[in-house]
């Protein structure tokens, strides 16, 4: 019989292509998702509000799963700062009753817990930049004391920006899409940015997803792993990019030029360890989701 994995948040950005990902690879794919979506290769859809206790009990207990991996959550800073509350019940909250009816459930499924770069260390208060690093930052340490307080087998995954087709809301969608409008209207087009000088390490979500699989079958209990590529772009160089794969010149304003606006390199070396490689360049991303948007 094949493993079975379930999959919250799977009509989101990362959940579809984790979908089709484990699909493809042979599991038996339950897939947890606040609305009827259409959402391919999934084998069984539930839907579920999973910051309803109710909810996370009864998902477990449908499933009882072998793997677990848990995307959903509310990833919008500027949200956080609107519905700080309902963000900690989303992010946090959801998790800590998805845990518990897994340790009722199924206590020997292995889960993998999505967090966020954005999380910090709980200790230093200070800091803590807004309430959606808060929110991550309490969802991993309840993952990571559940993980010690129940004896289950829970790890954590901290991706970086994640890009590549696909309905995201990150910065390069951002930039895709306001590219292809001033194609559309015939203009030249023109990108306002706080900071082109400004880094981030971007990370395909499909090479993201591939790294979730390594470490449910592969990682260790209890460790906390990078998600990223070991390597900054600019967003000038991002835009540098799209200049060469549209074939038109794109005038940008940038609001301020601190180049301290920079995300610290971090080399995925336990991930890499695992066996896990990159596969996609960051060109090779920013196609892709010229394609997709370009339907």
């Given at each position: 019989?094949?493993?079975?994995?379930?999959?919250?948040?799977?009509?989101?950005?990362?959940?579809i292509h984790a979908c089709r990902f484990f699909a493809e690879k042979g599991y038996y794919v339950y897939g947890a998702a606040k609305k009827n979506t259409l959402i391919p290769g999934i084998n069984q859809l539930l839907l579920c509000d999973l910051a309803n206790e109710q909810d996370a009990e009864?998902?477990?207990?449908?499933?009882?799963?072998?793997?677990?991996?848990?995307?959903?959550?509310?990833?919008?800073?500027?949200?956080?700062?609107?519905?700080?509350?309902?963000?900690?019940e989303i992010n946090a909250m959801s998790t800590a009753y998805l845990l518990q009816a897994a340790a009722k459930h199924k206590p020997d499924c292995k889960m993998l817990i999505v967090g966020s770069a954005l999380q910090t260390n709980p200790q230093d208060i200070s800091a803590i930049p807004h309430p959606y690093s808060l929110s991550k930052t309490?969802?991993?340490?309840?993952?990571?004391?559940?993980?010690?307080?129940?004896?289950?087998?829970?790890?954590?995954?901290?991706?970086?920006?994640?890009?590549?087709?696909?309905?995201?809301?990150?910065?390069?969608?951002?930039?895709?899409?306001?590219?292809?409008?001033?194609?559309?209207?015939?203009?030249?087009?023109?990108?306002?940015?706080?900071?082109?000088?400004?880094?981030?390490?971007?990370?395909?979500?499909?090479?993201?997803?591939?790294?979730?699989?390594?470490?449910?079958?592969?990682?260790?209990?209890?460790?906390?792993?990078d998600i990223t590529t070991g390597v900054n772009h600019s967003l000038g160089k991002v835009l540098e990019h799209l200049e060469q794969l549209t074939g038109r010149t794109i005038e940008i304003k940038s609001v301020k030029s601190d180049v301290s606006d920079t995300t610290p390199l971090i080399d995925p070396v336990k991930l890499k360890e695992l066996g896990w490689q990159q596969e996609r360049s960051l060109t090779l991303s920013l196609a892709d989701m010229l394609n997709y948007f370009q339907g």
């Open positions: 019989m094949n493993k079975t994995i379930l999959i919250t948040g799977a009509s989101g950005f990362t959940g009864k998902l477990m207990k449908t499933c009882k799963p072998d793997y677990l991996l848990h995307l959903a959550g509310q990833n919008h800073v500027g949200d956080s700062w609107d519905n700080p509350i309902k963000t900690l309490i969802q991993t340490t309840i993952a990571l004391s559940w993980a010690h307080l129940y004896n289950l087998d829970i790890m954590v995954a901290k991706p970086t920006n994640l890009i590549g087709p696909g309905n995201s809301n990150g910065v390069c969608a951002i930039f895709v899409k306001q590219i292809l409008e001033s194609v559309k209207d015939e203009r030249k087009p023109f990108i306002t940015v706080q900071n082109s000088n400004a880094t981030r390490d971007f990370i395909d979500v499909r090479d993201a997803v591939s790294a979730y699989e390594y470490i449910l079958l592969k990682g260790k209990s209890r460790e906390v792993y």
